[in-house]
Nanobody
Framework: QVQLVESGGGLVQAGGSLRLSCTVLGSIFSINAMAWYRQAPGKQREWVAITSTGGNTKYADYVQGRFTISRDNAKNTAYLQMNSLKPEDTAVYSC??????????????WGQGTQVTVSS
């Protein structure tokens, strides 16, 4: 059974920083892309950032220059370093992983989500 375990959320003042982690647990063959999404109260879930196996990254415009996504393939873990946080970044942040269970068998998994609250 594959699980994504997230950590690192919390309460921070505007301008502060937080670092989120997402670890893929279970028997897998490999991990393709890993991405972060967020959902604020009353809003739809939106994409934040993505990293490929080789470390290529892309960001949503609203976090570009403030957030950094990275990964440690040896640990099956992705990170989201969030700097210069704004109250509008307040949301539940969830990790998504594109996983190869074995060659030719692919599935997508979600973490349980971690709350990030930015106070003004």
């Amino acid at each position: 059974q594959v699980q994504l375990v997230e950590s690192g959320g919390g309460l921070v003042q505007a301008g502060g920083s937080l670092r989120l982690s997402c670890t893929v647990l279970g028997s897998i063959f490999s991990i393709n892309a890993m991405a972060w999404y967020r959902q604020a109260p009353g809003k739809q879930r939106e994409w934040v950032a993505i990293t490929s196996t080789g470390g290529n990254t892309k960001y949503a415009d609203y976090v570009q220059g403030r957030f950094t996504i990275s990964r440690d393939n040896a640990k099956n873990t992705a990170y989201l370093q969030m700097n210069s946080l704004k109250p509008e970044d307040t949301a539940v942040y969830s990790c998504n992983a594109d996983v190869m269970l074995r060659p030719g068998v692919r599935n997508y998994y979600w973490g349980q989500g971690t709350q990030v609250t930015v106070s003004s």
